[in-house]
């Protein structure tokens, strides 16, 4: 008797964790904006200096997660045209791979080159500093860097 209320909890065990819900995916906060895209420079620059020599940028920027009144992370996506020579200097800093550049909020998304884009941790180290964390892709061919940042 023992043996069968034994053998049948471990088959309801059994069925019942088949009939649970898979974990749910980790979720990315959200980007909160105020849908302006932006080409003015210096604000960029204060954060990224190594973008301080850029020819042209189009940027957009806001905070992350909850619009709940405290204190706020913030987040920039870039796509800036930089002197050949800068490109070359982030070329001969990193070693660099092939990579899919940042995710990009949608309104910036269609402005992108189409690549190929070369990055790598180190690129990306070499853009983040003093708080200021970031994501960078370069497209060699068109002299573009795409930089997705977070600081707080």
Do not use: N
């Amino acid at each position: 008797m023992r043996r069968t209320a034994a053998l049948v909890i471990a088959a309801l065990c059994v069925s019942l964790s088949a009939c649970s819900a898979p974990a749910p995916e980790p979720q990315t906060a959200a980007k909160h904006s105020d849908g302006r895209l932006r080409t003015d420079l210096a604000p960029l620059a204060e954060r990224y200096p190594q973008l301080a020599s850029a020819e042209s940028v189009e940027w957009m920027g806001g905070t992350l997660g909850s619009r709940d009144v405290g204190p706020s992370t913030y987040w920039v996506d870039v796509i800036a045209v930089m002197p050949e020579s800068e490109i070359d200097v982030y070329r001969s800093t990193a070693d660099l791979v092939k990579v899919d550049p940042p995710t990009l909020v949608d309104d910036l998304a269609p402005k992108l080159p189409t690549g190929p884009f070369e990055g790598s941790p180190e690129l990306d180290d070499l853009f983040s500093s003093g708080g200021h964390g970031a994501t960078v892709a370069i497209d060699p061919q068109t002299r573009t860097v795409v930089l997705s940042g977070v600081f707080g």
